[in-house]
T-cell receptor
Framework: AQKITQTQPGMFVQEKEAVTLDCTYD???????LFWYKQPSSGEMIFLIY??????QNATEGRYSLNFQKARKSANLVISASQLGDSAMYFC????????????FGAGTTVTVRA | EAQVTQNPRYLITVTGKKLTVTCSQN?????MSWYRQDPGLGLRQIYY???????DKGDVPEGYKVSRKEKRNFPLILESPSPNQTSLYFC????????????FGEGSWLTVV
């Protein structure tokens, strides 16, 4: 079974607007961590934000915030005030307590920011 | 500066010609992994290592070998590359613990013709 599902293959967003990238996950492990990575066209993987399963508050890092809904098993990434440099592929990933040596990735969402 | 370094970054090779992609990290991390990225599939784990001399298969290990003789190095070996191993490869490292970030190398674009 797919552990991470990203249902939006591609999205367009206007510069300065906010965009939400969907991510749902599947695990029976009570202890897990959720990550978002950005991959620009140059290919490197850039860590954006982390949310632990026991964290009480939603994670935020600058213009990135994570809308964590544990009961729904969703961890959506919100990018506020989009910039042209935000155009990239975005991956949601999960690390489980019982298998913390690996990340399970979704298929990714391509975001294109329009001027 | 914390780094995961992979080489080569770009390589075109022929079917059957053995090649090694090197990976080195300077953060004294216990965990190291190799992933491959293919369109529509995200990243999939090939092999991982939890410490020196401890390695194990990930989700897609066929056609690959690894070794971990030193803590900092984790080379990926393709003994007899085939065209279906054409992919973008990432080495990654991390400390033990869920909340610790997994750091990635810059990626190695490999084409097998």
């Amino acid at each position: 079974a797919q552990k991470i599902t990203q249902t939006q293959p591609g999205m367009f967003v206007q510069e300065k607007e906010a965009v939400t990238l969907d991510c749902t996950y599947d695990t029976s492990d009570p202890s897990y961590g959720l990550f978002w990575y950005k991959q620009p066209s140059s290919g490197e993987m850039i860590f954006l934000i982390y949310q632990g399963s026991y964290d009480q508050q939603n994670a935020t890092e600058g213009r990135y915030s994570l809308n964590f809904q544990k009961a729904r098993k969703s961890a959506n990434l919100v990018i506020s005030a989009s910039q042209l440099g935000d155009s990239a592929m975005y991956f949601c990933a999960m690390r489980e307590g019982s298998n913390d040596y690996k990340l399970s990735f979704g298929a990714g969402t391509t975001v294109t920011v329009r001027a | 500066e914390a780094q995961v370094t992979q080489n080569p970054r770009y390589l075109i090779t022929v079917t059957g010609k053995k090649l090694t992609v090197t990976c080195s990290q300077n953060m004294n991390h216990e965990y190291m992994s190799w992933y491959r990225q293919d369109p529509g599939l995200g990243l999939r784990q090939i092999y991982y290592s939890m410490n020196v001399e401890v390695t194990d298969k990930g989700d897609v290990p066929e056609g690959y070998k690894v070794s971990r003789k030193e803590k900092r190095n984790f080379p990926l070996i393709l003994e007899s590359p085939s065209p279906n191993q054409t992919s973008l490869y990432f080495c990654a490292s991390s400390s033990i613990g869920l909340g610790n970030t997994i750091y990635f190398g810059e990626g190695s674009w490999l084409t097998v013709v």
